[in-house]
Nanobody
Framework: QVQLVESGGGSVQSGGSLRLSCVVS????????MAWFRQAPGEEREGVAS???????SYAESVKGRFTISQDNAKNTLYLQMNSLKPEDTAMYYC??????????????????WGQGTQVTVSS
């Protein structure tokens, strides 16, 4: 059974940094897409960053240059380094995973596995 467990959320001031972690267990197979999504109250869920097992990454325009997605395969862990945080980054952040169908990972594709979420709050 695949499980994803996020951690690392918290409250920071504008301009601060946080690093989110997502530990993945039970994954079998060598091809995957992994991604970070976020959802603010009253808003739709949006993709933030994704990474393919081949290493290609994608970012939402709103976070390019500020956020970095990475993975440590030895630790089965996905990371999201968030710098220069803004109040509009406030949201619940979720990691997601699924088998890769193509050689890139889009935000619009479906993801079968989700974590429980970790809250990020950025104050001005």
């Amino acid at each position: 059974q695949v499980q994803l467990v996020e951690s690392g959320g918290g409250s920071v001031q504008s301009g601060g940094s946080l690093r989110l972690s997502c530990v993945v267990s039970g994954w079998r197979g060598s091809t995957y897409c992994m991604a970070w999504f976020r959802q603010a109250p009253g808003e739709e869920r949006e993709g933030v960053a994704s990474i393919h097992n081949l290493g290609s990454t994608s970012y939402a325009e709103s976070v390019k240059g500020r956020f970095t997605i990475s993975q440590d395969n030895a630790k089965n862990t996905l990371y999201l380094q968030m710098n220069s945080l803004k109040p509009e980054d406030t949201a619940m952040y979720y990691c997601a995973a699924d088998v890769a169908w193509l050689n890139y990972c889009s935000f619009s594709r479906s993801y079968d596995y989700w974590g429980q979420g970790t809250q990020v709050t950025v104050s001005s």
